[in-house]
């Protein structure tokens, strides 16, 4: 049945295609068995956390390849406009659907496969891991087919499935840290919330609790085939603002990409009020310090996220479009490309930004100086991450690469940091303190939100909070300098 798919065909009738699949699919034992062998050069010295250093690194690769493999199957080929001959070629639309979830999902279940000899070796427990791994990737697939057949263009779709996997990493983790600080009862169901969280279901010692997580990433996997097999195909396209004038002024661009309707950026402000407030008058058993430390990584990971989706795809729609060419021989000076795009993406975001500012100073602090500095902190992030994408969306040549590489560069700035400075460079340089962690915004957004007596306690704030405004500083005259240059400004 599988060798006469026309679908599993058609991804894999190339042989470059063949050849890329299988060597993208040894990443993972590589995965698995690169801090095994990373502890043998340092002596042994992160021997007890290598198996678990691996699963996570592999955990982290499978997820994005399951969501990358299959979140533009669907949105790619109704943008080609080779969608509609598929759904009048005579096949049913849920078998074109079917056909084309076993094709992402074959590789993906490759990839698991091969680690089978890596787990039997390193883990106490192969079968349930193995059965767990199998569980996420086809989670993860099917999430990636589901959004890229519900949302109208790639980019939407990898919004949704790459921020059910946020969502899932940190919004577990949150319900089960306020679980172990309420009562016992509240802890026993906060562990159960992580069994959706894939790294801490992966990391879990007893095989119960892996088995369950498998159980139900199975379910979920099951729930969403049905949910698939019941859409219908013809999603509505995407419906053009009919309110929009031209303004006075003589850039066209000021005008034509407007990225976000009025009513979903109302939404989203809504959303972001909830997302402050909710750490400070909904957990009510916590400290002062620990409710303003969340609320202040809800404020950043709002606007640093809502930055780079609304940035990254700036220039490579232009390109998908056919009509970044037309654009750069207009009579318009790549200044005024940037600034007409700027004043579409990240000008109104930092108005809304500036706007909810009060909300901060309800929840986090009642110091105007410290509610200055955070406020200043903010728009540094926000300004730097934004043209950090805009770099990106001029340097790949598609928008699912750009938006993968912008975020997967904020991942490793506000986590990827922290687990290096705590893995690796604590234990060989013997010192507690922050180094690489000096770039995140989220450490220097947990030091403003404590109180003068909190921070006082720790004399690396003040270096912290400098290094994190300098770099911030730096990317956003790198990508404003690289963005020109590719523009062709001289």
């Known amino acids: 049945m599988l060798i006469s798919d026309p679908f599993l065909y058609r991804s894999l009738r190339s042989g470059r295609q063949i050849r890329r699949q299988f060597l993208l699919a040894l990443v993972g034992p590589v995965l698995l068995e690169l801090p095994h062998q990373l502890s043998e050069l340092l002596h042994g010295q992160l021997r007890q956390e290598s198996a678990s250093l691996g699963l996570l690194a592999f955990v982290t690769f499978l997820c994005i ?16 406009g080779s969608w509609e001959v598929l759904l009048s070629s005579g096949f049913q639309p849920q078998s074109i659907v079917l056909g084309l979830w076993r094709a992402c999902l074959i590789p993906r279940l490759l990839e ?30 099917t999430l990636g087919l589901f959004a890229s057949l519900r949302c109208g263009s790639a980019l939407r779709a990898m919004q949704l499935a790459y921020g059910w996997l946020g969502l899932t990493g940190v919004g577990s983790f949150m319900l089960w840290l306020v679980g172990q600080i309420e009562s016992s009862y509240k802890a026993t169901c906060s562990n159960t919330v992580l069994m959706i969280n894939p790294w801490a279901a992966v990391l879990n010692l007893e ?13 979920m996997t099951l729930l ?43 939404g989203l402000a809504l959303l972001y009020c909830l997302l402050l407030l909710a750490p400070w008058y909904g957990w009510k058993g916590g400290d002062g310090d620990s409710r303003a430390a969340l609320s202040m990584l809800a404020h950043l990971g709002f606007w640093l996220i809502r930055a780079t989706y609304s940035c990254c795809h700036c220039f ?11 654009l750069l021989t207009t009579r318009l ?53 934004g043209f950090a994408a805009i770099a990106a969306s001029l340097f790949f040549s598609s928008t699912l690469k750009a938006f993968q590489a912008t975020y997967l560069w904020l991942a490793f700035i506000t986590v990827g940091t922290l687990t290096l400075d705590v893995t690796l460079l604590d234990p060989l340089l013997r010192l507690n303190r922050p180094l690489l962690c000096m770039v995140n915004p989220v450490l220097s957004g947990i030091y403003l939100a404590f109180e003068e007596s909190q921070r006082a306690s720790d004399a690396w704030w003040p270096w912290c909070i400098t290094a994190c405004l300098t770099f ?19």
């Open 472 to 490: 911030h500083l730096s990317l956003i005259w790198l990508g404003r300098r690289f963005s020109l240059r590719r523009l062709g400004q001289p």
């Open 333 to 385: 000076s790549p200044k005024e490309i940037l600034s007409g795009l700027l004043s579409q993406t990240l000008v109104p975001l930092s108005w809304q930004a500036l706007l909810l500012s009060p909300l901060l100073f309800i929840s986090l602090t009642h110091d105007p100086k410290r509610l200055l500095l955070i406020e200043f902190m903010t728009q540094l992030t926000l300004w730097g991450w």
């Open 316 to 326: 490579c729609r232009e390109r998908e479009q056919g009509s970044l060419d037309a």
């Open 224 to 266: 969403l085939l049905l949910a698939l097999s019941r859409q219908n195909l013809n999603v509505t396209r995407l419906r053009m603002n009919q309110g929009l004038r031209r303004p006075a002024q003589e850039n066209p661009l000021r005008y034509r990409n407007q990225f976000q309707a009025p009513r979903t950026q109302w």
């Open 112 to 141: 698991v496969t091969l680690t089978l000899p890596w787990l039997y070796l390193r883990v106490d427990n192969p079968l349930a891991e193995f059965a767990f791994l199998s569980g996420l990737a086809g989670f993860y697939t």
């Open 207 to 219: 095989s119960d609790f892996t088995q369950g997580a498998a159980a139900l990433h199975g379910l």
């Open 65 to 80: 390849r399951a969501i990358a493999g299959s979140v533009g199957v669907i949105a790619q080929e109704r943008e080609r």
